[in-house]
């Protein structure tokens, strides 16, 4: 058996699923939702829908991303959509002048350079996150606003919208590829550095993380950097594939990927949750987007099967938490029992009286 950089021994991959009870229940529904669609449409299950499957896995994977680690840290941007925005604006703005890769750099450095300012005033300042991103939200709106001067911008040049929607195996692209490697990357690093561990630790279970030692502002700090750049990843490849940027757009990220986040098993408690569980989240809401589209469904009932689907992931997480408890109680209970037990001829033996535990007759 193979043993973690922490020292620890890896447990198998069944093992790890059984015990992850939520992620379980993630890959069963995507399994569900893929079959149901393979089953009843015969265009589903191609290698064209995969490959438009993973082209929209490109852009809600990184929202998705964001939020999990968010809520994996007991926190929430809810700045998401409006960053994105502002990152499409800029990057399909001002690619013709600097050029693509220099205005994808500026989106992605200015993003990102938003959400160490967030975590900085959440960390340093004890602000409330929803709060404190409520107001970003609509601060981020008038910048964009104002850098697109209040109008939709445009691409004059479609080289590169053409060549991040290339086909590379059938089923990726550039963009794709791209975002796959961010979730490997986001995955080693909060499984296998102590600043994941202090993410985990401080979502988990704060209180307690703070009596050890483990400060606030560093995982703050990291968490909401990331999430900006996570937005503005997907504000990108949202802008560039399009070829257009509105100021006002993109308001539809927010709920998608708190959507995809919650049925790829991040815990509303905080402190459980992972890059593994935010690609198959995304990976279900694209199936069942896509295959509703397929079904030419009408877009209120789209968003019905989101919600309910969103119901009953937060259904199955309450259970499993409930449960959870229960079986550490029980578990608690006998093993007070247990030491009672163990420690009965010991008590009766300092008192003075046989092991039975009665005292001898005068």
């Not at 399909?92 to 500026?106: P, T």
């Not at 989106?107 to 967030?118: C, D, M, N, Y």
């Not at 050890?212 to 990843?233: D, K, N, T, W």
């Not at 949750?273 to 295959?291: K, S």
Request: one cysteine or more; hydrophobic letters at 50%.
């Amino acid at each position: 058996m193979s043993a973690t950089p922490s020292g620890r021994p890896a447990r198998p991959l069944s093992t790890w699923i059984v015990h992850n009870p939520d992620l379980s229940f993630a890959i069963l529904l995507a399994v569900s939702v893929y079959a149901y669609f393979a089953l009843t449409n015969g265009l589903f299950a191609t290698h064209n829908t995969a490959f438009a499957i993973l082209e929209r896995f490109a852009v809600l994977g990184p929202i998705a991303l964001s939020l999990t680690l968010c809520i994996i840290a007991g926190e929430i941007d809810l700045s998401i959509g409006s960053n994105a925005a502002l990152t499409a604006v800029i990057v399909v703005r001002y690619a013709d002048s600097l050029g693509a890769v220099s205005s994808i750099a500026l989106g992605l450095a200015i993003a990102t350079l938003i959400g160490v300012a967030q975590g900085f005033l959440i960390a340093y300042f004890r602000v409330r996150a929803i709060v404190l991103t409520v107001g970003t939200l609509m601060l981020l709106r008038g910048v964009a606003l104002f850098v697109a001067q209040e109008k939709t911008v445009s691409l004059t040049d479609f080289d590169v919208p053409d060549f991040i929607q290339t086909r590379i195996l059938d089923y990726f692209s550039p963009a794709s590829f791209l975002t796959i490697a961010l979730f490997i990357a986001v995955g080693l690093f909060m499984a296998y550095t102590k600043y994941g561990r202090e993410i985990y630790a401080i979502g988990g279970a704060r209180k307690e993380a703070l009596a050890a030692g483990v400060g606030l502002r560093r995982p703050l700090i990291i968490v909401f950097a990331v999430s900006g750049f996570c937005a503005g990843l997907g504000g990108a490849v949202i802008g560039l594939r399009s070829g257009t940027a509105q100021a006002l757009g993109l308001q539809y990220l927010l709920l998608s990927g708190t959507v995809a986040a919650f049925i790829g098993g991040v815990s509303i408690l905080g402190g459980r949750g992972g890059a593994v569980g935010a690609a198959i989240g995304t990976l279900t809401v694209n199936f069942l987007d896509t295959g509703l589209v397929f079904n030419v469904t009408p877009a209120y009932i789209v968003q019905l099967c989101l919600g309910v689907l969103l119901i009953v992931v937060i259904m199955f997480q309450t259970g499993s938490h409930l449960l959870d408890l229960y079986q550490k109680r029980r578990a608690l209970l006998t093993e007070t029992d247990r030491r009672r037990v163990e420690l009965r001829p010991k008590i009766a033996q300092f008192r003075g009286e046989p092991s039975g535990g009665r005292a001898p007759a005068s």
